[in-house]
Nanobody
Framework: QVQLVESGGGLVQAGGSLRLSCAAS????????MGWFRQAPGKEREFVAG????????YYADSVKGRFTISRDNAKNTVYLQMDSLKPEDTAIYYC????????????????WGQGTQVTVSS
């Protein structure tokens, strides 16, 4: 199995940027497709972005396309989420997750989850 620890969350003004990191330990990191999800208060957890095992393929939710960028460094066992042009509606707890299956957007497809990091965007 793999353990995931997110970092990089915080408070930022609208229009600002944050970079989230997710460090993995355990089994070979490159064996997993990785994803970022978020959950706002009173809402269901939703897919944000995903990246294939090699990093060649990426997939984004329409709400973040063009503003967020997912990347990974398999040598460092880390996946990143660069968030630019942040909006108040991006406020949520952000989770990284690992999938033993191919890249996907369904929560059920991800077996391992981090504890989450809070992102708050003020207007």
């Amino acid at each position: 199995q793999v353990q995931l620890v997110e970092s990089g969350g915080g408070l930022v003004q609208a229009g600002g940027s944050l970079r989230l990191s997710c460090a993995a330990s355990g089994r070979t990191f490159s064996s997993y497709a990785m994803g970022w999800f978020r959950q706002a208060p009173g809402k269901e957890r939703e897919f944000v972005a995903g990246i294939s095992r090699s990093g060649v393929y990426t997939y984004y939710a329409d709400s973040v396309k063009g503003r967020f960028t997912i990347s990974r460094d398999n040598a460092k066992n880390t996946v990143y989420l660069q968030m630019d042009s942040l909006k108040p509606e991006d406020t949520a707890i952000y989770y990284c997750a690992a999938s033993e299956d191919s890249l996907g957007y369904r929560t059920a497809g991800y077996k391992y989850w981090g504890q989450g990091t809070q992102v708050t965007v003020s207007s």
